[in-house]
């Protein structure tokens, strides 16, 4: 997990040479797919806080939607993945302070993993209790990766938007100026005019179109 997820806590390592190789081609092939489930995950947790907040009409008006969703997503984040946690693992590591349980979760969620503080570290009984506490863990630490990532997609997602939006706005403005310009440009009248090709061949060309007109030599002669 400490490998996949690249927390790499340093309190487990391989020592031997294929422990090692084994490390490296686990980690080269897993991390990719383990991310790629990462991703995954925190899109499907969007989808669902979304359908969430419609249902229970929590965001009114256009301008402060994005806001309040972050600042939502934010404190239920909060709340699911650091506040409780945090009690739960303070009451089980019982040499930890609050403090201490809040700072092992902030640094495996976002994947720092200094190792000085590990969760789970002394409970080397093997009993169901030691059992179910890693396997907890684990799907805690997969679930608040992948919340993480949900913060930085939708954090992405709002400025792409808006470069979007300024990126529109600029352009129809320099097309408003350029058309306004080109409006105020009079328009430029060519004269027609016989070329002495056309006198010889009893033709004359026409500026506007380009295309031959008949040409009366009997006017010509007149004149």
């Given at each position: 997990m400490t490998v996949l997820t690249t927390i790499g806590y340093g309190h487990f390592?391989?020592?031997?040479?294929?422990?090692?190789?084994?490390?490296?081609?686990?980690?080269?092939?897993?991390?990719?797919?383990?991310?790629?489930?990462?991703?995954?995950?925190?899109?499907?947790?969007?989808?669902?806080?979304?359908?969430?907040?419609?249902?229970?009409?929590?965001?009114?008006?256009?301008?402060?939607?994005?806001?309040?969703?972050?600042?939502?997503?934010?404190?239920v984040g909060q709340l699911v993945f650091f506040f409780l946690p945090s009690l739960i693992i303070q009451q089980i590591e019982q040499t930890w302070s609050y403090l201490d349980a809040y700072y092992f979760i902030f640094v495996t969620i976002a994947t720092i993993g200094f190792g000085d503080l590990v969760a789970g570290k002394n409970a080397e009984s093997g009993?169901?209790?030691?059992?179910?506490?890693?396997v907890s863990f684990y799907l805690w630490c997969l679930f608040g990766i992948s919340y993480i990532t949900l913060i930085i997609h939708t954090i992405v997602e709002s400025l792409q938007k808006k470069s979007?939006?300024?990126?529109?706005?600029?352009?129809?403005?320099?097309?408003?100026?350029?058309?306004?310009?080109?409006?105020?440009?009079?328009?430029?009248?060519?004269?027609?005019?016989?070329?002495?090709?056309?006198?010889?061949?009893?033709?004359?060309?026409?500026?506007?179109?380009?295309?031959?007109?008949?040409?009366?030599?009997?006017?010509?002669?007149?004149?």
């Open positions: 390592v391989p020592h031997t040479w294929g422990g090692k190789l084994f490390t490296i081609f686990y980690g080269f092939f897993g991390i990719p797919l383990c991310f790629f489930n990462l991703v995954v995950i925190g899109e499907k947790m969007g989808r669902a806080f979304n359908f969430v907040l419609v249902k229970c009409n929590c965001i009114r008006g256009k301008r402060l939607r994005l806001f309040q969703k972050v600042i939502i997503l934010v404190l009993g169901i209790f030691s059992h179910a506490y890693r979007d939006q300024w990126e529109k706005n600029i352009s129809e403005a320099i097309a408003r100026k350029r058309s306004h310009r080109f409006a105020e440009e009079p328009e430029i009248v060519e004269p027609k005019l016989k070329t002495r090709g056309s006198q010889r061949f009893g033709r004359c060309w026409n500026s506007k179109d380009k295309s031959p007109v008949p040409y009366d030599h009997a006017e010509q002669s007149e004149l």
